[in-house]
């Protein structure tokens, strides 16, 4: 991919929990962690790729005939690729009914701004703008600093949601364009960090501190994983961390969803914490009590 050119998966607009105001949220393929709870899954390779939905498979038999490789077969009645010989190259799709899609394009710059700005009106009513997410925009450097750099020059708040594991000169060449960072904050301990992404938190935690002294305004991100990371003295360094920088205006929890497990089925991947389920609410409310117990700053539920 050109600087100009980048991989996309998914273009969703009036979003309103990606910053402030009515948004349009685009999301990037591609992420250097692999946190064990990813409810995107689709978004970690940069690669397209295939997703079945068997649910919506007819058994209609088409697809047997468009792959030219002869990868899909019905075992049983049950519709099974050869994912390991698969490119993703849509013929399948392009004559499924809907139990098939390929995810992942590659988009301009000026493509992806064209769809963006067809909300312009609702953005200035509202405040709201472009968002990035991801997957991790970082993993597009290039692309993603040329999308924020097209945004401002249209006038638009921008904001970019990531994890931060990225060396700091690409992060810096982004502050002139971004309005608002949410920052990922997965895991307070190290090891726990390198346990459930894949990578240990150090260059984050460095990376959030230099945002915070060159004054870019943040909200915090915590996922929080029941038997993972619910833990007091996660809650309470989230908390910590938040009063040791100014420029931390709240701390958003975003409580699990299984929302990733249907995706993995879907990529042919397993899914290894399939055994979860939507927290309570009660639980929800005692993690922003447990971490507004450490802080100033607001706490609320993403």
């Not at 009515?22 to 064990?36: A, E, N, S």
């Not at 590659?106 to 963006?116: G, I």
């Not at 249209?154 to 690409?170: D, P, R």
């Not at 089925?265 to 447990?290: C, K, M, N």
Request: net charge neutral; proline share 4%.
């Amino acid at each position: 991919m050109t600087e100009n050119t980048g991989i996309i998966y998914n273009i969703q607009r009036f979003s309103l929990n990606d910053g402030p105001g009515i948004r349009t949220t685009v999301f990037l393929k591609g992420c250097m962690l692999r946190c064990v709870w990813c409810h995107n899954p689709e978004s970690r390779s940069m690669k397209k790729q295939l997703m079945l939905n068997a649910s919506r498979c007819t058994g209609c038999g088409l697809c047997l005939t468009a792959c030219e490789k002869g990868l899909h077969r019905f075992l049983d009645g049950v519709h099974d690729i050869d994912r390991a010989h698969c490119t993703a190259c849509g013929a399948c799709a392009a004559v499924c009914a809907g139990a098939l899609e390929t995810v992942g394009r590659p988009a301009t710059v000026d493509e992806v701004l064209r769809e963006v700005m067809k909300d312009a009106l609702f953005y200035k009513n509202s405040g709201g703008g472009m968002t990035l997410s991801g997957g991790e925009p970082l993993m597009q450097p290039d692309f993603t600093l040329e999308l924020l750099r097209g945004a401002k020059e249209k006038g638009l708040n921008t904001a970019v949601e990531t994890c931060g594991c990225a060396g700091w000169e690409q992060i810096e060449a982004l502050l002139p364009y971004v309005d608002l960072f949410l920052w990922d904050v997965k895991e307070t301990d190290s090891k726990r960090h390198r346990a459930f992404t894949g990578a240990g938190n150090a260059l984050i935690l460095e990376n959030l501190r230099k945002l915070n002294a060159a004054g870019a305004r943040i909200v915090l991100r915590c996922p929080v994983i029941p038997g993972m990371n619910d833990r007091d003295a996660h809650f309470k360094a989230i908390g910590e961390l938040s009063m040791q920088l100014k420029n931390v205006e709240r701390i958003d929890v975003e409580p699990y969803h299984p929302l990733g497990k249907g995706k993995s089925e879907s990529l042919g991947e397993e899914y290894p914490l399939a055994h979860l389920t939507f927290p309570e609410d009660a639980a929800v409310r005692r993690w922003i009590a447990q971490i507004a117990a450490h802080t100033e700053k607001p706490v609320e539920k993403a």
